[in-house]
């Protein structure tokens, strides 16, 4: 995870938009385009050429972008459209999350929540409190856990169909529950030690610097490579993992193309690459289910709420838990609105 050269290349050309007139409107249209963009699977390098060709228009002209290009949702709509018709956008594995990612990113989300911890602490309890090995568990299992999942989902549903995928992130889900549950119940009541409540402090520095420690000694995961050369059956594969992933696309409707562009090649007599090209550009070709996006972040919402309110169960973590559970709560609703108002929109 974290920023790439690109996306920090990204934002240095949507920041520009504001001297290039001198009209903090200027920029705020960018930051829109950018995110509308990146929404639609457009790569960082895409979206930085695109607002590059922008930037350069609107300081020659000194219109704004918005009288040049019109509302920025139906301009980013329609580019994405040509784009995909015309076969420009790749959409490559996500990269996002990997294991390493669980280890480095797993140790630095622990010391942040361990300090939301030791903010509820200090309120409820002041400067001193009881340590119980729930109240120890809770910071680095929820992290884990949420981090675990999120590098578990892309992996299997980029071979298997969404149900495994699915099976796979609840056992995920599953065993860091029953850790955190398990540390609240052997720890009720049995405080480890009692002692000031900035220890936590101490904790979170150990968390930060095991994450730095894992970010030196762990190797980088290569980036997913697009240029090896690829049989029909490798070809039928990869190009079922990126329907699946990115585009979020059905299983039947996944094998529905797959057995398609299979006939289509039969019938030339030629391979499926030399017929179609990467699997990731042809996949771009067909509309992603945004739909079935926003029901699988609502769930995967709704599911990090209940892990958070596993915190509940233990008396001395009932505001922290609260709290995490409040956050996911709302972020499962608002995937879960727009989920609803996608529906209404096609009615």
């Known amino acids: ?24 409107a200027d920029e705020r249209w960018a930051w829109s385009a950018m995110w509308r963009l990146m929404g639609a699977d457009v790569a960082p390098v895409e979206v930085r050429g695109v ?63 361990n300090l939301l911890v030791m903010a509820v602490l200090l309120v409820r309890d002041g400067g001193t409190t009881y340590y119980t090995a729930g109240l120890l568990v809770l910071p680095i299992g929820l992290a884990m856990t949420a981090l675990a999942i999120l590098a578990v989902w892309p992996r299997v549903l980029r071979r298997r169909p969404a149900p495994v995928a699915v099976a796979a992130a609840s056992v995920v889900c599953l065993a860091g529950t029953a850790l955190m549950a398990g540390a609240f119940w052997l ?25 730095v420690v894992c970010d030196r000694v762990l190797p980088r995961r290569e980036p997913i490579a697009l240029t090896a050369s690829l049989d029909d059956e490798e070809w039928e594969r990869a190009l079922a993992g990126v329907l699946r992933e990115r585009a979020g696309l059905p299983e039947s ?15 030339s007599g030629g ?14 070709r067909f509309a992603p289910d945004s739909a079935a996006r926003h029901r699988r972040a609502a769930w995967l919402f709704a599911a990090l709420a209940g892990l958070s309110a596993v915190s509940a169960f233990g008396a001395e973590s009932t505001w922290s838990g ?14 879960a609105l727009r989920l609803r108002r996608g529906r209404a929109a096609r009615r």
Do not use: K, N
């Not at 409707?253 to 019938?267: C, D, F």
């Not at 391979?271 to 771009?284: D, K, Q």
């Open 1 to 24: 995870m974290g920023e790439t050269a690109d996306d920090a290349r990204l934002i240095e050309v949507v920041e520009q938009f504001a001297a290039a007139r001198g009209d903090a």
């Open 51 to 113: 607002l590059e060709e922008a930037l350069r228009l609107t300081e020659q002209s000194q219109e704004s972008p918005q009288e040049l290009y019109g509302d920025v949702d139906a301009w980013a709509r329609e580019l994405v459209q040509q784009w995909r018709s015309e076969g420009r956008l790749v959409l490559a594995p996500d990269e996002r999350v990997g294991l390493r990612d669980v280890a480095v990113d797993g140790f630095a989300s622990a010391a942040w929540l």
């Open 187 to 211: 720890g009720h009541g049995r405080p480890v030690v009692s002692g000031g409540t900035g220890w936590l402090c101490v904790l979170s520095a150990a968390y930060a610097l095991l994450s």
């Open 253 to 267: 409707r996944v094998q529905s193309i797959v057995a398609e562009a299979g006939t289509h090649a039969a019938a």
């Open 271 to 284: 391979s499926l690459e030399r017929e179609f090209g990467r699997p990731e550009a042809y996949a771009a």
């Open 322 to 335: 609260l709290a995490l559970t409040a956050i996911f709560g709302v972020l499962a609703g608002c995937e």
